[in-house]
């Protein structure tokens, strides 16, 4: 497996801060692959590994994640099923590990996932249990939010952020579709901005009392058709009866719904959640139970109908809709973007979608390429550059962030200038370009129309082809020992290109890219001319052995004539 190119920076990055410091977190939006980096990290330190989680099916999805990264591994599990300590890798339920604290052997290494967990005091006991066997013992964690609603900081166990990977490069690099942010107003806006100190997880009975009415909830049913009509819908309230209330609505007006809430047994949640993946249902309403670890690749929608004080659960909810779709689990889906629709004040709040320490304040990176930090103040310096305290009075707290954090995950301290000069924020505007560049193999417009680009190693083969010349685009791979071809994606161009791209960094290796460079401009053989030949390319070799095409070029071009049938019937185009 070759890692994306942002995932091998957290991972080194992420490694040299562990080598120098014993900690460090590494914040990633929702679609990173986190796992995937995870692993790479736990590859690279070496030594023996516990990975603590705060969910079972976390627990099944992570462990195989981990062995196609390090397959020579051997794992175990520690859970209510089973108990095993027996693996360089352990993977461990938060809460069955606090229960055998006497048990636990000694680490080198302790990763925590979905880390903005590790205040509670299961995972304390964890950690502390872990340095009494090992004071040397390693620890980071990886986390999409790291500020909490509560506002509790992670420094007591972290004292940097080796990097951060925001929703606005995933988005940029086509791993997550575009979100469409609206911001509605039903008339409420004031009442609820004038409402401060909410719980951003809890019961919201002052936003409820405010925004569930008919003719509220009758407002959110009509802007829903008018933007968003046919997406598959997650809405969040402020609190259950204004959930069943919305719920209800929705089915008056002839839309299939359900509700989720926390009260719910296990069984029945996952029954409902199954029926609104499989396309049963079309909205599916919650109050904060599907905030996080909750992902149906095909919602397109997500709904604000609760108040976001804190940043962090905002992009919780509206990650819930950026995910790609993969065509082979949801055949027919295409999805180019999501909508968000907020009833309420928070994205006025808070701007956008991106963590606060992803805004690009400064330059992340020197001219060599190395990571630049800075160190959240503790007191005042001469010649300091930021104001301090913070205009809301925090004093820092000497943790070492990225260059461009504009606030401290760990203590919330703001890095505003005090010369007074706004620092420029750059839009991010990463585009296909950008995966071309970063990708370990070539990408060919194989016949000049732009609808046609292939991609090969010695393993596999990708392609990218619209039908319809240039509306959709339909990501294609195939590996070497399966005889079919596999639909990647059917989305846009930015997200087909990363699909197919990133099939082909899943089945060759850094080894094998490297080697398909040496071939890139070498002539193509008589053999490869020959089969060309046979496809109709009229291709001759002169006195010099040159004929047009490279051994890669008529690779790919005989890797495409090969499976053209197969090509031709996912995309609805065979004779």
Request: aromatic fraction near 8%; include cysteine; charge should be neutral.
């Amino acid at each position: 497996m070759i890692l994306r190119p942002y995932q091998n920076r957290a991972v080194q990055r992420g490694k040299a801060a562990l080598k120098k410091k014993g900690n460090t977190m590494i914040v990633a939006s929702t679609g990173a692959g986190k796992t995937i980096m995870l692993a790479s990290l736990a590859g690279e330190v070496d030594g023996k590994t516990l990975i603590l989680q705060h969910r079972q099916e976390l627990v099944q999805q992570n462990a195989s994640k981990f062995l196609k990264v390090n397959p020579e591994w051997r794992i175990s599990q520690f859970t209510a099923d089973e108990k095993s300590f027996g693996g360089k890798a352990v993977f461990a339920m938060q809460q069955t590990l606090t229960r055998n604290l006497e048990y636990i052997p000694a680490f080198d290494h302790v990763i925590v996932d979905e880390t903005h967990h590790i205040v509670a005091p299961t995972y304390q006991a964890i950690i502390d249990a872990c340095k009494d066997r090992n004071p040397d013992l390693m620890l980071s964690g990886f986390t999409a939010t790291p500020e909490r609603g509560d506002r509790k900081s992670l420094r007591k166990y972290f004292d940097n952020v080796a990097d951060k990977i925001t929703i606005r490069e995933l988005v940029g690099l086509g791993f997550l579709v575009p979100p469409r942010a609206f911001v509605v107003n039903v008339g409420a806006q004031q009442e609820l901005a004038a409402i401060k100190n909410l719980s951003a997880f809890g019961d919201q009975t002052e936003v409820a009392n405010i925004l569930d009415t008919t003719a509220i909830n009758g407002e959110v049913i009509r802007h829903w058709r008018e933007k968003a009509s046919g997406r598959k819908t997650i809405v969040f309230c402020a609190t259950i009866q204004h959930a069943i209330d919305v719920c209800d609505a929705f089915k008056a007006a002839g839309i299939s719904s359900g509700v989720i809430t926390g009260d719910m047994s296990d069984g029945d949640r996952k029954s409902m959640l199954f029926r609104f993946d499989k396309g049963d249902l079309q909205v599916i309403v919650n109050v904060a139970v599907l905030t996080e670890g909750y992902d149906s690749q095909p919602v397109s929608c997500v709904i604000l109908l609760r108040q976001c004080s804190e940043k962090s659960p905002m992009i919780q909810m509206a990650g819930r809709g950026l995910r790609t779709v993969d065509p082979e689990l949801y055949p027919g889906v295409i999805k180019r973007d999501c909508i968000i629709l907020d009833f309420g004040t928070s994205l006025l709040t808070h701007g956008n979608l991106d963590q606060e320490d992803g805004l690009h304040e400064e330059a992340g990176t020197d001219a060599k390429g190395k990571p630049v930090t800075k160190i959240c103040p503790e007191f005042y310096a001469p010649g300091m550059v930021y104001k301090f305290p913070d205009r809301s009075g925090s004093e820092g707290c000497g943790a070492e962030v990225p260059a461009q954090t504009k606030r401290c995950p760990f203590c919330g301290f703001e890095f505003e200038r005090l010369d007074g000069k706004v620092s420029e924020v750059t839009e991010v505007s990463l585009t296909e370009l950008d995966i071309l560049n970063a990708s370990p193999f070539r990408w060919l417009d194989l016949f000049g129309t732009d609808t046609c680009l292939m991609a090969t190693g010695f393993s596999a083969w990708a392609g990218v082809f619209s039908p319809d010349k240039g509306e959709t685009f339909y990501a294609m791979g195939k590996k070497q020992d399966d005889k079919r071809v596999y639909c990647l994606a059917v989305t846009g161009r930015l997200q087909a290109m990363s699909a197919a791209d990133d099939f082909l960094r899943q089945y060759e290796t850094d080894k094998a890219a490297r080697k398909s460079k040496r071939w890139l401009d070498d002539p193509a053989t008589e053999k490869q001319v020959e089969i060309l030949n046979r496809f109709g390319y009229q291709a001759e070799v002169d006195m010099m052995g040159n004929s047009g095409f490279t051994k890669y070029g008529a690779a790919c071009h005989a890797s495409f004539h090969f499976n053209r049938a197969a090509i031709e019937r996912a995309l609805g185009v065979a004779g």
